[in-house]
């Protein structure tokens, strides 16, 4: 696990990206402090994700209102399709991220 | 002609009734004259215990004004109490001595209320509950707050009397001779219910209880039981049912037996008289609720105007006028061994809904809680249809009968033409559907005005909705019901006034006291919240970033690849050789890829990374540049021609103009965004008539336009009014725009608006009204103090200085960039 940032560096309810050399990673923090960290790119047409409106556990899209789940992933509604989740965890305040090219390293 | 004479002797709903139908059926057949016992005009009856709880004024429940009764050329004597009828002579003499000839007469007397003859009944502080003087008796009673009422009764009205004394403030006690309150139209497990929630508005009922005595000496100050109980009380309210008020009927020797009997042509014995109303016995029924007594009184104008409808007697239906109890009885649900019963309960939503059947066919239903499917239900039992089919999902209602789909309008398409939709005023589904189709009928409020539908008690206003959708199709503006999203069931004016109403000043707060479904609501309503907070609490709302769409996080426009472009703002339009080589330096220095000049007389650059917005700013600020809101439901630009400082044609200074409105109004965020124009003469080169807002200068001053749209729609401004000096222009212009901060639906643009609240009530409030234009325009320019900041220079002072705007600092950086240790490794 890779250490990313602070919790405090993300406002509840926003996310904001991580850059990796294998693209972009959105990493949320909800109104109940909890984080997630998924792919950043809207299956839809790849709005960055990260720079949507935060509601629940779920992001709309900031181009076209596509609405995607910050646990699994997945597209909310009839679409079919999603992006990848990635390992994440908070430890003492501190966000990691499960990167393989990391665990590599 | 001659006009035959016609006599009415009582001016309450049913007659009421009888002259309106009349009028519009043969309006030249009848001179007529109205003895009215009440000093007043027709007025809503049904309406009282509104007034009495504090929620109407009389003013808001009379039905016929002075006007109405001129307008028809109707002498209206007042306060005057008929004592004879003449048969042989066929003239009626009121008290005073006036007297009226008659060809035809009717009798409305109405009735009286029953007063229980126990001792102390005459007491002074001892009341009935009829007209509007014992309603103004109970609130004078009520108005040291915190006395103590009796009301003897726990039917419809003793209830009614109940809940708007304790809205007064009183304490107040039902004393009920049944086992159950209002147990003629409910059965015992509705009636415990009522209790329930009636109890827990802190009225104490009694039920059981006998009525032996009311005490006191001068003044009423107890009543006292049969079981020994005493309840204190400084005002006692009778409200223990009526009696047909039939004595004048009796003294002029008209057959009468509880009230006066009338034939199915509603002829009492003499056939020059026609009874209508609580005072009629007919098929030895007599009634006391609205519904019927408007299906008498058509009977009876179709009858004088010549017809021979008949009145073949009415089942009836009741509903409780008392805010937030939902519930509808109708029909016999008596228990028998051909009846069955079909009972659905949710304990947890205090929903209780009975059907009773016999041989297949609706014969009474009670609905408490829910009663959205009373009519539906009401309408079977009326034409007694054969349910076998529906059996199964009966009690689910409508939407769920049949398989039937779940759009609510389908429930209203299925009810026949004859089914009724508003049981105030007798209004049946044709008359509804007819009206909107012959005079243009596009709201409710319209509706209102032509048909009195939904007008009194409002609880049929969803069904008549439904019928304007039905009818218009597109052409009716469903967002009048739309919930804002699915967080809510809350329309957006609902909130907004609830906003307002309830002080709400926070995301949360609105979310928390409005019964939000969800957590934190979603990219539909946040959004919509956060303006209407800023637009209602300019100096107390912290906005809330979160809530807003990334470009007006970002304050710049997101690109379709996740860049963004930069639109620095230029007053009217107008730039100079400085500001040309700033975007010039900026251009090359970031590498931007495409510069454009906008529709709104801007220079756009597209395709900037995010993560060096602050530093284009930085640049950009140097040369002066502010941002531009490009991105803002907020104003945007302001374009301008070049006026009487260059063209010949130039009437005005238009650039000057609009370089005045956009200083003033920059930085305004806006239900929408508003783009607006002014142009030196009637030439229009700014193209003023398809704007927001827009301005054409001519020779003696300022035409003011407005609601032009050049986007998803095309549509010309209207005319909002003529001024003649740039002062006044301008405070016109920003009272408008207040007025539509104010009223619009979040993204709704000016011109939906407008057509929505219609462009007379804009001019009413802006241009006809000068107390009210400066009321909106001092109200902009308070919420101006709080919002004219350049978000783009506190960006880069964020960039300066990290330490004291981190928030602002850190939106435009990743969280970390890994990139490029990766590649390292």
């Given at each position: 696990?890779?250490?990313?940032?602070?919790?405090?560096?993300?406002?509840?309810?926003?996310?904001?990206?991580?850059?990796?050399?294998?693209?972009?990673?959105?990493?949320?923090?909800?109104?109940?402090?909890?984080?997630?960290?998924?792919?950043?790119?809207?299956?839809?047409?790849g709005?960055?994700?990260?720079?949507?409106?935060?509601?629940?556990?779920?992001?709309t899209?900031?181009?076209?209102?596509?609405?995607?789940?910050?646990?699994?992933?997945a597209?909310?509604?009839?679409?079919?399709?999603?992006v990848?989740?990635?390992?994440?965890?908070?430890?003492?305040?501190?966000?990691?991220?499960?990167?393989?090219?990391?665990?590599?390293? | 002609?001659?006009?035959?004479?016609?006599?009415v002797?009582?001016?309450?709903?049913?007659?009421?009734?009888?002259?309106?139908?009349?009028?519009?059926?043969?309006?030249?057949?009848?001179?007529?004259?109205?003895?009215?016992?009440?000093?007043?005009?027709?007025?809503?009856?049904?309406?009282?215990?509104?007034?009495?709880?504090?929620e109407?004024?009389?003013?808001?429940?009379?039905?016929?004004?002075?006007?109405?009764?001129?307008?028809?050329?109707?002498?209206?004597?007042?306060?005057?109490?008929?004592?004879?009828?003449?048969?042989?002579?066929?003239?009626?003499?009121?008290?005073?001595?006036?007297?009226?000839?008659?060809?035809?007469?009717?009798?409305?007397?109405?009735?009286?209320?029953?007063?229980?003859?126990?001792?102390?009944?005459?007491?002074?502080?001892?009341?009935?509950?009829?007209?509007?003087?014992?309603?103004?008796?109970?609130?004078?009673?009520?108005?040291?707050?915190?006395?103590?009422?009796?009301?003897?009764?726990?039917g419809?009205?003793?209830?009614?009397?109940?809940?708007g004394?304790?809205?007064?403030?009183?304490?107040?006690?039902?004393?009920?001779?049944?086992?159950?309150?209002?147990?003629?139209?409910?059965?015992?497990?509705?009636?415990?219910?009522?209790?329930?929630?009636?109890?827990?508005?802190?009225?104490?009922?009694?039920?059981?209880?006998n009525?032996?005595?009311?005490?006191?000496?001068?003044?009423?100050?107890?009543v006292?039981?049969?079981?020994?109980?005493?309840?204190?009380?400084?005002?006692?309210?009778m409200?223990?049912?009526?009696?047909?008020?039939?004595?004048?009927?009796?003294?002029?020797?008209?057959?009468?037996?509880?009230g006066?009997?009338?034939?199915?042509?509603?002829?009492?014995s003499?056939?020059?008289?026609?009874?209508?109303?609580?005072?009629?016995?007919?098929?030895?029924?007599?009634?006391?609720?609205?519904?019927p007594?408007?299906?008498?009184?058509s009977?009876?104008?179709?009858?004088?105007?010549g017809?021979?409808?008949?009145?073949?007697?009415?089942?009836?239906?009741?509903?409780?006028?008392?805010?937030?109890?939902?519930?509808?009885?109708?029909?016999?649900?008596?228990?028998?061994?051909?009846?069955?019963?079909?009972?659905?309960?949710?304990?947890?939503?205090?929903?209780?809904?009975?059907?009773?059947?016999?041989?297949?066919?609706?014969?009474?239903?009670?609905?408490?809680?829910?009663?959205?499917?009373?009519?539906?239900?009401?309408q079977?039992?009326?034409?007694?249809?054969?349910?076998?089919?529906l059996?199964?999902?009966?009690?689910?209602?409508?939407?769920?009968?049949?398989?039937?789909?779940?759009?609510?309008?389908?429930?209203?398409?299925?009810?026949?033409?004859?089914?009724?939709?508003?049981?105030?005023?007798?209004?049946?589904?044709?008359?509804?559907?007819?009206?909107?189709?012959?005079?243009?009928?596009?709201?409710?409020?319209?509706?209102?005005?032509?048909?009195?539908?939904?007008?009194?008690?409002?609880?049929?206003?969803?069904?008549?909705?439904?019928?304007l959708?039905?009818?218009?199709?597109?052409?009716?503006?469903?967002?009048?019901v739309?919930?804002?999203?699915?967080?809510?069931?809350?329309?957006?004016?609902?909130?907004?006034?609830?906003?307002?109403?309830?002080?709400?000043?926070?995301?949360?707060?609105?979310?928390?006291?409005?019964?939000?479904?969800?957590?934190?609501?979603?990219?539909?309503?946040?959004?919509?919240?956060?303006?209407?907070?800023?637009?209602?609490w300019?100096?107390?709302?912290?906005?809330?970033?979160?809530?807003?769409?990334?470009?007006?996080?970002?304050h710049a426009?997101?690109?379709?690849?996740?860049?963004?472009?930069?639109?620095?703002?230029?007053?009217?339009?107008?730039?100079?050789?400085?500001?040309?080589?700033?975007?010039?330096?900026?251009?090359?220095?970031?590498?931007?890829?495409?510069?454009?000049?906008?529709?709104?007389?801007?220079?756009?650059?597209l395709?900037i990374?995010?993560?060096?917005?602050?530093?284009?700013?930085?640049?950009?600020?140097?040369?002066?540049?502010?941002?531009?809101?490009?991105?803002?439901?907020?104003?945007?630009?302001?374009?301008?021609?070049?006026?009487?400082?260059?063209?010949?044609?130039?009437?005005?200074?238009?650039?000057?103009?609009?370089?005045?409105?956009?200083?003033?109004?920059?930085?305004?965020?806006?239900?929408?965004?508003?783009?607006?124009?002014?142009?030196?003469c009637?030439?229009?080169?700014?193209?003023?008539?398809?704007?927001?807002?827009?301005?054409v200068?001519?020779?003696?001053?300022?035409?003011?336009?407005?609601?032009?749209?050049?986007?998803?729609?095309?549509?010309?401004?209207?005319?909002?009014?003529?001024?003649?000096?740039?002062?006044?222009?301008?405070?016109?212009?920003?009272?408008?725009?207040?007025?539509?901060?104010?009223?619009?639906?979040?993204?709704?643009?000016?011109?939906?608006?407008?057509?929505?609240?219609?462009?007379?009530?804009?001019?009413?409030?802006?241009?006809?009204?000068?107390?009210?234009?400066?009321?909106?325009?001092?109200?902009?320019?308070?919420?101006?103090?709080?919002?004219?900041?350049?978000?783009?220079?506190?960006?880069?002072?964020?960039?300066?200085n990290?330490?004291?705007?981190?928030?602002?600092?850190?939106?435009?950086?990743?969280?970390?960039?890994?990139?490029?240790?990766?590649?390292?490794?």
């Amino acid at each position: 696990m890779v250490p990313v940032g602070r919790l405090d560096d993300i406002v509840p309810l926003s996310g904001r990206c991580v850059k990796t050399a294998g693209g972009e990673i959105g990493v949320f923090r909800t109104a109940d402090n909890r984080v997630f960290a998924i792919e950043n790119r809207c299956p839809h047409k790849g709005g960055p994700l990260s720079e949507g409106i935060v509601h629940g556990t779920s992001v709309t899209c900031p181009l076209h209102n596509m609405v995607i789940s910050l646990s699994s992933g997945a597209i909310e509604g009839p679409e079919e399709g999603g992006v990848k989740t990635i390992p994440c965890e908070v430890r003492e305040g501190v966000i990691f991220l499960g990167l393989p090219a990391q665990k590599a390293a | 002609m001659d006009k035959k004479r016609l006599v009415v002797i009582g001016n309450g709903m049913a007659p009421g009734r009888v002259l309106e139908r009349l009028f519009e059926a043969a309006p030249d057949l009848y001179d007529v004259t109205i003895f009215n016992a009440e000093p007043r005009v027709n007025y809503d009856r049904i309406m009282l215990s509104p007034v009495l709880s504090g929620e109407k004024t009389y003013d808001d429940i009379i039905i016929h004004d002075e006007t109405w009764y001129a307008d028809r050329e109707i002498t209206l004597h007042r306060g005057k109490r008929v004592d004879e009828i003449d048969r042989e002579q066929k003239r009626v003499v009121a008290a005073d001595g006036t007297a009226a000839e008659y060809d035809t007469l009717l009798i409305a007397t109405g009735s009286n209320p029953f007063v229980i003859p126990v001792p102390g009944h005459d007491l002074p502080g001892v009341v009935t509950y009829r007209d509007l003087e014992d309603v103004e008796a109970m609130i004078a009673a009520a108005k040291p707050g915190g006395r103590r009422a009796v009301v003897i009764g726990g039917g419809l009205l003793g209830l009614e009397a109940a809940a708007g004394l304790a809205a007064r403030g009183m304490a107040v006690t039902v004393v009920h001779l049944a086992d159950t309150l209002m147990e003629r139209q409910l059965d015992p497990a509705a009636g415990y219910l009522l209790e329930k929630e009636v109890a827990s508005r802190g009225i104490t009922i009694l039920t059981k209880a006998n009525t032996e005595k009311i005490l006191g000496d001068e003044h009423v100050t107890a009543v006292a039981l049969k079981d020994g109980t005493t309840v204190l009380a400084d005002l006692v309210v009778m409200a223990v049912g009526i009696r047909p008020a039939a004595a004048l009927a009796k003294a002029a020797g008209l057959d009468v037996g509880r009230g006066i009997i009338v034939d199915d042509g509603l002829r009492t014995s003499d056939p020059s008289i026609f009874a209508v109303g609580e005072c009629v016995e007919h098929r030895g029924a007599c009634y006391g609720l609205v519904a019927p007594l408007y299906e008498m009184a058509s009977v009876i104008a179709d009858q004088l105007a010549g017809g021979n409808r008949e009145y073949a007697g009415s089942v009836t239906s009741t509903k409780l006028k008392v805010t937030g109890i939902d519930l509808f009885s109708a029909g016999d649900f008596a228990e028998g061994d051909d009846r069955e019963d079909i009972v659905l309960r949710d304990a947890a939503l205090g929903v209780y809904k009975r059907v009773v059947l016999s041989e297949n066919r609706v014969k009474g239903v009670v609905l408490y809680g829910d009663t959205a499917d009373g009519a539906w239900y009401f309408q079977m039992l009326k034409d007694g249809t054969d349910v076998t089919e529906l059996r199964d999902t009966l009690i689910f209602g409508q939407q769920y009968s049949g398989g039937a789909q779940l759009d609510p309008t389908a429930a209203v398409a299925a009810l026949p033409a004859d089914a009724e939709i508003c049981g105030c005023n007798g209004i049946c589904k044709s008359r509804i559907v007819d009206a909107i189709g012959e005079k243009s009928l596009k709201t409710i409020a319209d509706v209102r005005t032509h048909t009195k539908a939904s007008a009194s008690c409002g609880s049929c206003t969803g069904l008549v909705e439904q019928l304007l959708t039905l009818t218009l199709g597109d052409a009716y503006n469903p967002l009048a019901v739309e919930p804002m999203c699915g967080c809510t069931n809350l329309g957006h004016d609902d909130v907004r006034r609830l906003i307002k109403v309830k002080g709400l000043k926070t995301i949360p707060a609105v979310m928390q006291e409005l019964e939000w479904s969800t957590a934190n609501g979603c990219a539909k309503c946040r959004p919509a919240l956060n303006y209407y907070l800023v637009c209602d609490w300019p100096d107390e709302y912290a906005d809330d970033y979160q809530s807003r769409f990334i470009n007006e996080r970002a304050h710049a426009n997101i690109q379709k690849d996740g860049t963004y472009s930069v639109v620095p703002r230029m007053w009217g339009g107008q730039t100079s050789s400085k500001e040309l080589r700033a975007i010039a330096d900026v251009v090359d220095k970031y590498d931007i890829p495409t510069v454009k000049v906008t529709g709104g007389q801007r220079i756009d650059m597209l395709g900037i990374q995010k993560e060096d917005l602050p530093a284009v700013w930085a640049d950009l600020g140097k040369a002066g540049f502010v941002s531009g809101h490009a991105y803002a439901k907020g104003l945007r630009t302001v374009k301008t021609c070049v006026g009487t400082d260059w063209c010949r044609f130039g009437t005005q200074d238009s650039t000057g103009l609009g370089v005045r409105i956009e200083k003033f109004m920059w930085g305004s965020w806006t239900p929408a965004k508003v783009k607006m124009g002014v142009s030196g003469c009637p030439r229009n080169c700014a193209e003023a008539t398809c704007k927001d807002v827009g301005v054409v200068c001519v020779d003696s001053g300022y035409e003011i336009h407005y609601a032009g749209a050049a986007g998803l729609d095309i549509k010309g401004t209207e005319v909002l009014c003529i001024v003649k000096t740039e002062d006044e222009a301008l405070e016109t212009i920003v009272a408008l725009v207040q007025m539509y901060r104010e009223q619009g639906r979040y993204l709704e643009r000016i011109y939906k608006w407008a057509r929505r609240i219609g462009y007379d009530e804009v001019k009413r409030q802006i241009a006809d009204d000068p107390a009210r234009r400066k009321y909106y325009f001092d109200r902009f320019v308070f919420s101006q103090r709080f919002a004219q900041v350049d978000p783009w220079a506190e960006r880069v002072e964020a960039r300066e200085n990290p330490a004291a705007l981190p928030q602002q600092h850190a939106e435009y950086r990743p969280l970390a960039d890994l990139s490029i240790r990766e590649a390292a490794e």
